[in-house]
């Protein structure tokens, strides 16, 4: 039988464990043709021995070669090399890189007529409209692995008739239960401890603003072609329910599963996930409660934000989501403090959008120009 051959973008993050714990438990059905990271190479080449990898892509520049052996490997040494990894034998990829910095290598797997797993939201919102077009038109298929994007993909794929909405579940994150005065003295360290998820960095601070709901709720929209009003969050602590479709005749469809990255990671290279055991089943008998409960909108304004980039359009979404990437990272470096996170997105929405017109359909140069006018007049405040 022939393997699945399969390139990891993003192997060493949270992401691409996950994928690799999967495809270790697969050796017989699935070969790891290439794998990339940013700069852990160490890290890199520990899964290229384990996983018998030829071709490794890494963005470190100062390497000692002797103490990689780095001979040994087919070198992508920029991630502007990355998509040289993709042969006429790649059948899978996972793209699991984080924020921005793979839009152009993810245009690029967009027209590779490939199956595609995609973990990361943050280059979906900015190509925006586009993303369905170019999939199509290479006739590369997507598969989402977002939990909550899996969850749609795979109810729709029962199509039932026409829905009105979509609704999307978001566990809290980690200060569901602070008020407003607790929120302002969040720690880097309570941030990224998230109650359900064990994830990256930067998507576990945008779970604790919410701004992770407010991104996938623009990532639903291009995703699968949603009308703004179609798609909206509810908190769902116990997250067992990921997704529910909302059909017009009143009926709600939804599927269980635990929160478990592996299940829409497996999605991708199995039917239906064939390959996992049952210590992944749902037990409803174990639950006694499954709350839904509105989001506060006050405490959480990403969610508000999110709404109202999304219904202007045009540039607004990659903006929102461009501004959110650099005031995570200064948080992170401690520069502005938690709730600065998303009170500075929307002071610098307004700024930008008085200096700047919205450009409706945005070619890439647009959004070239756009980062650097945010680059040089982003504001802090003092
Ligand atoms: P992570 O930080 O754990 O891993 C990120 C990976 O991307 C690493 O391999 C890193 O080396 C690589 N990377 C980062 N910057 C890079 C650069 N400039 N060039 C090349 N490679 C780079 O992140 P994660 O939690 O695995 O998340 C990955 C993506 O998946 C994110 O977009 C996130 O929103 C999305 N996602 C993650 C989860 C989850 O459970 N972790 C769930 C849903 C969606
Ligand atoms: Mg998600």
């Known amino acids: 039988m022939k ?3 399969t390139i990891i973008y993003g192997a ?11 495809i270790s438990k697969n050796l017989k059905k699935i070969k790891v043709e290439g794998i990339t990271c940013d700069r852990n190479v160490s890290k890199l080449i520990k899964i290229a021995n384990t996983f018998k990898v030829k071709k490794i892509g890494f963005n470190e520049k100062s390497l000692n070669n002797n103490k990689h052996n780095l001979k040994k490997y087919n070198t992508f040494n920029d991630i502007s090399l990355f998509h040289n ?7 899978i990829i996972i793209f699991a890189i984080s924020g ?15 199956k595609v797993g995609i973990a990361n939201k943050e280059c979906i919102i900015t190509i925006g409209n586009k993303f369905h077009y170019i999939s199509k038109k290479y006739n590369t298929k997507i598969i989402p692995l977002d939990s909550e994007h899996n969850a749609i993909y795979y109810l729709l794929k029962h199509n039932l008739g026409k829905y009105n909405s979509i609704t999307i579940t978001a566990t809290g994150g980690p200060f569901i239960h602070y008020n407003s005065k607790q929120l302002k003295n969040v720690t880097l360290k309570q941030a990224i401890k998230h109650p359900v998820w064990k994830m990256g960095k930067k998507i576990s601070i945008d779970s604790a603003t919410m701004m992770n709901k407010a991104l996938e709720i623009i990532e639903a929209k291009y995703l699968f072609n949603l009308k703004n ?11 067992i329910i990921h997704a529910l479709i909302n ?34 089943a749902v037990n409803l008998s174990k ?19 999110g709404y109202e980039v999304m219904k202007m359009g045009g540039l607004a979404p990659h903006v929102f989501n461009y ?21 500075l997105n929307e002071v610098n929405l307004d700024i930008i959008f008085s200096k700047n017109p919205n450009i409706k359909n945005p070619k890439k140069i647009d959004i070239k120009n756009i980062n650097n006018w945010i680059d040089n007049n982003l504001y802090i405040g003092n």
């Open 323 to 343: 501004l959110n990437e650099l005031l995570v990272d200064l948080f992170i470096k401690k520069r502005i403090k938690f709730i600065d996170i998303v009170r």
């Open 3 to 5: 393997k699945i051959n």
């Open 229 to 239: 009003d179609q798609i909206d969050a509810i908190i769902h602590p116990q997250a």
């Open 12 to 22: 060493t993050g949270s992401i691409g464990s996950s994928t690799l714990s999967i």
């Open 100 to 114: 921005l910095a793979g839009i152009d290598l993810l245009s690029k797997v967009l027209m590779s007529g490939k």
């Open 247 to 280: 059909y017009e005749n009143g009926v709600s469809t939804a599927i269980l599963n635990k929160p478990d990255m592996r299940i829409p990671i497996s999605s991708i290279y199995f039917d239906f996930n064939k390959s996992l055991n049952s210590e992944i």
């Open 287 to 305: 639950y006694n409660n499954l709350e839904f409960i509105p989001i506060d909108t006050k405490k959480f304004p990403a969610i508000r934000l």
């Open 85 to 91: 990894i993709i042969s006429s034998k790649t059948d």
